[in-house]
């Protein structure tokens, strides 16, 4: 069948062609089978041996057989009329067709001959001719190592971008630059705060020594009026406690001079009426005075004593109020003072927050090395917290390709396998390709989230780090898509064109 739709591309005249070879062919046979069962049946029952003929004609006479077919159809014994006509017609037709299409026995040959030469060509040139498996798989080009991922950790308005991607950078370039108005409005603002704890404090250890509690004309001097005016208001408020605690002061004080006066008062009393009682006592003994009169001087003494007594323990606790006070003014001006300098650590640790974001409102890059991944580079754009800003691969870095291999080809690829990797920003065809070999794969697949389809992670490891084409050298960046042709398992081309015929019947056979 294959030989037969070759000829028929290849002839104009395929219908007849074949229907006149196929009808000589068959009258040929019938023709010749018939004659010669006819004339050695009649050779036979007449005596005449094979090899001779009964009307004298020479059996090598073959030419005048073919050119006098009539005569000799008529002729033969034995064969009846109908029979005669048949051969007789069929032999005209083949003579009649072979007269009308002289060229096709010749043609027939030589598209033998040379399907045959084709196919003794073919085969040993396909049983020797390798080819190689290949397996796609589609990734992008990575550093081997880490990359310096950027993050903004308060975020901001970007006012300026001074890198673009695949841009190399020194160690401390600035990147871009964040709008610092809001942050400096911040710092300040703290800053303020943090002045006028300082001076609080400043007024309050003033009033503890006694000093004057008006602030230094340096501490006015950072303050805005707003701050001046809670400055003042915190001055007339502090100016007034200390007046209170002055009068408090003043009026124990007072209790306590008071009840010292008292107390001397009556030890002299004291004293004269002890002298008194005495003198009594002694007349009294000599008899020259009522004992009467002794009673009464003892009386009054011991009257003095009483109230000396009680104006001793006013004194005290008059001295015990007065230190009370003084001792509750210390502790609590103290406990302002603590109050007012945890305040200012806790202001202070914000004013080196602040102040350190703004130096942050310059990105810079950590190391030296290519800027990869800049998520940002109009003016005006937003970022926000805590979002990556860029990614800078260090200089030096080695560049792997990771890949995807479909889990249908799983089994085809194993670890150290040679790798044709494709750069697709660069044809192929004109730049030639990368070679490598396959280094990891992953145990386990990952699913695309863009086609859904699970893939295998393999980590390529390249040969070079370049591109090689007509003397130049076009270095490999990171983040390139790629496209690699990892080398699977060698076969030939007869294997390869009879492998669907061999699966299908392999398949047959175990149904």
Same mark, same amino acid.
């Given at each position: 069948?294959?030989?037969?739709?070759l000829?028929?591309?290849?002839?104009?005249?395929?219908?007849?062609?074949?229907f /006149?070879?196929?009808?000589?062919?068959?009258?040929?046979?019938?023709?010749?089978?018939?004659?010669?069962?006819?004339?050695?049946?009649?050779?036979?029952?007449?005596?005449?041996?094979?090899?001779?003929?009964?009307n004298?004609?020479?059996?090598?006479?073959?030419?005048?057989?073919?050119?006098?077919? $009539?005569?000799?159809?008529?002729?033969?014994?034995?064969?009846?009329?109908?029979?005669?006509?048949?051969?007789?017609?069929?032999?005209?037709?083949? &003579?009649?067709?072979?007269?009308?299409?002289?060229?096709?026995?010749?043609? !027939?040959?030589?598209?033998?001959?040379?399907?045959?030469?084709?196919?003794?060509?073919?085969?040993?040139?396909?049983?020797?001719?390798?080819?190689?498996?290949?397996?796609?798989?589609?990734?992008?080009?990575?550093?081997?190592?880490?990359?310096?991922?950027? =993050?903004?950790?308060?975020?901001?308005? *970007?006012?300026?971008?001074?890198?673009?991607?695949?841009?190399? *950078?020194?160690?401390?370039?600035?990147?871009?630059?964040?709008?610092?108005?809001?942050?400096?409005?911040?710092?300040?603002?703290?800053?303020?705060?943090?002045?006028?704890?300082?001076?609080?404090?400043?007024?309050?250890?003033?009033?503890?020594?006694?000093?004057?509690?008006?602030?230094?004309?340096?501490?006015? $001097?950072?303050?805005?009026?707003?701050?001046?005016?809670?400055?003042?208001?915190?001055?007339?408020?502090?100016?007034?406690?200390?007046a209170?605690?002055s009068?408090?002061?003043?009026?124990?004080?007072?209790?306590?001079a008071?009840?010292?006066?008292?107390?001397?008062?009556?030890?002299k009393?004291?004293?004269?009426l002890?002298?008194?009682? $005495?003198m009594?006592?002694?007349?009294?003994?000599?008899?020259?005075?009522?004992r009467? =009169?002794?009673v /009464?001087?003892?009386?009054?003494?011991?009257e003095?004593?009483?109230?000396?007594?009680?104006? @001793?323990?006013a004194?005290?606790?008059?001295?015990?109020?007065? =230190?009370?006070? =003084?001792?509750?003014?210390?502790?609590?001006?103290?406990?302002?003072?603590?109050?007012? !300098?945890?305040?200012?650590?806790? !202001?202070?640790?914000?004013?080196?927050?602040?102040?350190?974001?703004?130096?942050?409102?310059?990105?810079?890059?950590?190391?030296?090395?290519?800027?990869?991944?800049?998520?940002?580079?109009?003016?005006?754009?937003?970022?926000?917290?805590?979002?990556v800003?860029?990614? !800078?691969?260090p200089?030096?870095?080695?560049?792997?390709?990771?890949a995807?291999?479909?889990? &249908?080809?799983?089994?085809?690829?194993?670890?150290?396998?040679?790798?044709?990797v494709?750069?697709?920003?660069?044809?192929?065809?004109?730049?030639? @390709?990368?070679?490598?070999?396959?280094?990891?794969?992953?145990g386990?697949?990952?699913?695309?989230?863009?086609?859904?389809?699970?893939?295998?992670?393999?980590?390529?490891?390249?040969?070079?780090?370049?591109?090689?084409s007509?003397?130049?050298?076009y270095?490999?960046?990171?983040?390139?898509?790629?496209?690699a042709d990892?080398?699977?398992?060698?076969?030939?081309?007869?294997?390869?064109?009879?492998?669907?015929?061999?699966?299908?019947?392999n398949?047959?056979?175990?149904?």
């Amino acid at each position: 069948m294959i030989k037969v739709c070759l000829l028929s591309r290849e002839h104009k005249k395929s219908s007849k062609f074949w229907f /006149n070879l196929k009808l000589r062919s068959l009258n040929y046979f019938s023709d010749f089978s018939l004659i010669s069962f006819v004339f050695m049946t009649n050779s036979t029952s007449n005596g005449i041996a094979p090899g001779s003929s009964s009307n004298g004609i020479a059996p090598d006479s073959s030419s005048k057989v073919s050119t006098s077919a $009539d005569s000799l159809l008529s002729q033969l014994p034995g064969l009846s009329a109908s029979d005669s006509n048949t051969l007789l017609g069929r032999n005209r037709l083949a &003579q009649a067709l072979e007269l009308e299409d002289p060229q096709d026995n010749l043609f !027939v040959r030589r598209s033998l001959y040379v399907l045959g030469a084709a196919a003794l060509i073919f085969f040993p040139w396909a049983a020797l001719t390798p080819i190689t498996q290949v397996i796609e798989a589609s990734g992008e080009v990575i550093p081997q190592g880490s990359v310096n991922i950027i =993050q903004h950790l308060e975020g901001g308005i *970007v006012s300026s971008v001074n890198v673009k991607n695949g841009q190399s *950078v020194s160690k401390g370039e600035a990147l871009l630059q964040l709008n610092p108005q809001m942050v400096g409005s911040e710092f300040s603002a703290t800053k303020s705060k943090l002045d006028a704890l300082i001076i609080q404090q400043e007024q309050l250890r003033a009033a503890i020594r006694g000093d004057d509690v008006l602030p230094s004309q340096n501490n006015i $001097d950072v303050l805005n009026p707003s701050e001046i005016k809670v400055s003042d208001a915190q001055q007339n408020l502090l100016t007034s406690r200390l007046a209170n605690a002055s009068d408090q002061l003043k009026s124990a004080s007072a209790v306590v001079a008071e009840k010292s006066a008292e107390i001397n008062g009556l030890n002299k009393q004291l004293k004269l009426l002890i002298e008194e009682r $005495d003198m009594w006592a002694s007349l009294t003994q000599d008899g020259a005075s009522s004992r009467l =009169q002794l009673v /009464n001087a003892q009386a009054k003494v011991e009257e003095i004593r009483g109230a000396r007594n009680e104006a @001793t323990k006013a004194l005290a606790q008059a001295k015990a109020n007065l =230190q009370s006070l =003084q001792s509750g003014l210390v502790l609590e001006q103290n406990s302002e003072i603590a109050a007012l !300098v945890n305040e200012e650590s806790v !202001v202070a640790e914000n004013i080196k927050k602040v102040r350190f974001q703004l130096s942050r409102m310059v990105v810079k890059a950590p190391v030296s090395g290519t800027v990869s991944d800049l998520r940002f580079s109009a003016r005006g754009a937003v970022v926000a917290p805590g979002a990556v800003v860029a990614s !800078v691969v260090p200089a030096g870095t080695t560049k792997l390709v990771e890949a995807r291999i479909p889990s &249908q080809d799983i089994g085809f690829v194993h670890i150290g396998q040679d790798v044709d990797v494709n750069l697709q920003p660069f044809d192929s065809s004109v730049y030639g @390709t990368i070679p490598g070999r396959l280094t990891s794969i992953s145990g386990d697949t990952v699913q695309n989230p863009d086609d859904r389809q699970f893939y295998y992670n393999a980590t390529i490891e390249l040969d070079r780090q370049y591109l090689d084409s007509s003397n130049k050298k076009y270095p490999v960046q990171v983040g390139m898509p790629i496209v690699a042709d990892i080398k699977g398992q060698r076969s030939n081309v007869l294997q390869y064109l009879f492998h669907p015929f061999v699966r299908t019947l392999n398949g047959a056979m175990r149904e």
